[in-house]
């Protein structure tokens, strides 16, 4: 049939326009625009302060014309050169003695039958829970030249005036480094050693190898990248650490990357100075993520794949004693000691005169909590600062996560980059390229509550990050789309599918970012403002002043603090949740 009045035609023609509109946005999803949101808020809080760090570093101050003076001026002086020399060989040695620590208590858990497992567990937690700068007050205590219990118990032995132990040296200060930072390596390698058959170690066995022949040959070569990995993660922490190096190198008179940044942004602050000297610690981390993604690539290193094969415990005999003697002297150095002595200082009226009833007092907590005018102020700071990185990283995380895990738009790997890039930029770094970009107007967030979330959240994005993709991996797409079979869009299918079934790792990375963002300091020290002081910082401050009572309390404050919520996420996200291998 015909039309001729072309009535059809003009319908047809006047709906057009609504038609072509829908069909246009027929397939688009609102969650499009969170999506964008996220991305830009993760340009906002990755890029930008490394693009602004690098353009600093080649800017004249108050001029803005480009120039190399920078870098002439940071690396001018001996002094400085000779800081970052210091730092290298400071990452290098405190990598080796967390070896030495590390690897024989994740063999012994893993492949032994020693005894005391649990015991060795709960030391390794306590040397990850325990702050490095906080751990370096506990051997100030213990093995300060004059008055450390260590040196005073070696006068009264021997009774001989030069002390045992100087903790105000280089070699202290990697001892100390070592024995906070030893639980990487360990997890690790354990990990590592997990996925290992004992068939290869059979088989060296009955050609006549024994035990520790057999350990060093065939079963600790199988694992190389893990201890690689270890090794390369310390010595980054370590050149990158603030906190022990200025308790420890400053009054031994000698400098290292970190703290001669520090001494940048004393007054008048030289941010640009500061920035080109910074360069040379990006480029290191760089090229060892890089070396250690090289050596793990190589087939001659890979091991077991982990997935057949009995693994069996060795029975050492009575070197299985010897073994847990070795684990405990470790622990008692990691843990046990520095702690009795911060306990001891924390309830003393002065720690040098020991244990005794006369020289107990709680008003050390007292004045902390009641009197001093700072110490509650950082413990809100604390508490808010930590709760809002750790639920920004966890959000951001997990849409980035689902953005690429679901490849919902192009080239994802580059947003999965963007997500990992802060964990091979040193903490200090990443502050100073916050300051670069943030802390001048317009937006002038130096000194604010807003500025210390964003860079505690870049700091810890890359956990948050590895926490949810390795949870949506679990789930299946499949199950996302009966939701949208049935009728419901893709936010619906998330609340209502993605995070009940991942619910449980979500909430153990909340918990771990927290925990970690409560001890922060390299990253706070140099953003921090009057009012905006952490637990950490004012630590820091306390110890400039020497009053090591007071000091340990506050130390003790926020072990608790941390005590309380690792208990918490135990029980909510499982017992392993802060030394779980995703």
């Not at 609504?18 to 340009?43: N, S, V």
């Not at 001018?76 to 730092?87: F, G, H």
């Not at 070699?171 to 390698?189: D, H, Q, R």
Request: aromatic share 12%; net charge positive.
């Amino acid at each position: 049939m015909t039309d001729p009045s072309g009535l059809t035609s003009n319908i047809i023609a006047k709906q057009a326009p609504g038609q072509r509109l829908h069909g246009r946005f027929k397939y688009f999803d609102p969650l499009y625009i969170l999506w964008a949101a996220m991305i830009g808020l993760l340009l906002f809080l990755v890029v930008s302060p490394m693009v602004r760090l690098v353009m600093v570093s080649i800017e004249e101050r108050d001029v803005g014309a480009w120039t190399i003076a920078n870098y002439f001026t940071a690396y001018s002086r001996w002094r400085y050169i000779e800081a970052l020399l210091n730092s290298l060989q400071l990452g290098a040695v405190t990598a080796i003695l967390s070896a030495l620590f590390g690897i024989p208590l994740a063999w012994a858990l893993s492949r032994t039958d020693m005894p005391g497992k649990k015991l060795i567990w709960i030391i390794v937690l306590g040397a990850f829970i325990v702050p490095p700068y906080l751990g370096a007050i506990g051997w100030i205590l213990l093995a300060g030249p004059n008055s450390g219990w260590l040196n005073q118990f070696w006068t009264m032995l021997t009774g001989l005036e030069t002390p045992l132990v100087n903790v105000y040296s280089f070699a202290g200060l990697a001892l100390i480094i070592a024995l906070n930072s030893f639980p990487f390596i360990f997890l690790f390698t354990k990990a590592g050693l997990d996925l290992v058959s004992s068939e290869m170690e059979d088989a060296a066995n009955i050609l006549g190898a024994g035990i520790w022949r057999t350990t060093i040959k065939i079963t600790l070569p199988l694992v190389w990248p893990a201890i690689i990995a270890g090794l390369i993660i310390i010595f980054l922490e370590t050149i990158a650490l603030f906190g022990a190096p200025a308790l420890i190198a400053i009054p031994a008179r000698f400098q290292v990357v970190t703290t001669q940044l520090w001494q940048f942004f004393e007054f008048p602050i030289r941010v640009e100075v500061a920035a080109a000297y910074a360069m040379p610690l990006l480029l290191v981390t760089i090229v060892l993520m890089w070396l250690q993604k090289l050596l793990i690539s190589r087939k001659g290193f890979v091991s077991q794949t982990g997935k057949g094969g009995e693994r069996r415990m060795i029975a050492l005999g009575p070197w299985r004693w010897v073994l847990f003697g070795y684990c405990s002297f470790v622990g008692l150095l990691a843990v046990a000691l520095p702690m009795i002595v911060l306990g001891q200082a924390s309830f003393s009226k002065a720690w040098g005169r020991g244990f005794s009833l006369s020289n107990l007092t709680f008003d050390n907590y007292y004045f902390l909590l009641f009197k001093h005018d700072m110490a509650w102020v950082a413990i809100k700071n604390t508490f808010v600062f930590g709760i809002g990185s750790a639920t920004l990283a966890g959000a951001l995380a997990m849409a980035i996560a689902y953005i690429v895990n679901r490849n919902l738009i192009p080239f994802g790997n580059i947003l999965s980059f963007l997500c990992m890039a802060p964990f091979v930029i040193p903490g200090i770094v990443l502050a100073i390229g916050f300051y670069a970009a943030y802390a001048s107007p317009p937006l002038a967030l130096y000194g604010t509550a807003t500025l210390m979330i964003l860079a505690f959240t870049t700091r810890f994005l890359p956990i948050a990050y590895a926490n949810s993709a390795a949870a949506l991996r679990s789930i299946h797409p499949e199950m996302e789309e009966a939701v949208r079979i049935l009728g419901g869009n893709r936010l619906v299918a998330i609340k209502s599918v993605v995070v009940p079934l991942i619910r449980r790792s979500l909430i153990g990375g909340w918990f771990l970012i927290f925990i970690l963002a409560t001890r922060e300091l390299s990253a706070a020290i140099f953003l921090v403002g009057p009012q905006t002081r952490t637990i950490s910082v004012l630590l820091f401050d306390l110890s400039e002043e020497g009053n090591f009572e007071i000091l340990a309390a506050f130390g003790g404050i926020l072990l608790v603090i941390t005590m309380s919520f690792v208990l918490l996420g135990m029980r909510i996200a499982g017992r392993d949740f802060m030394l779980r291998r995703e």
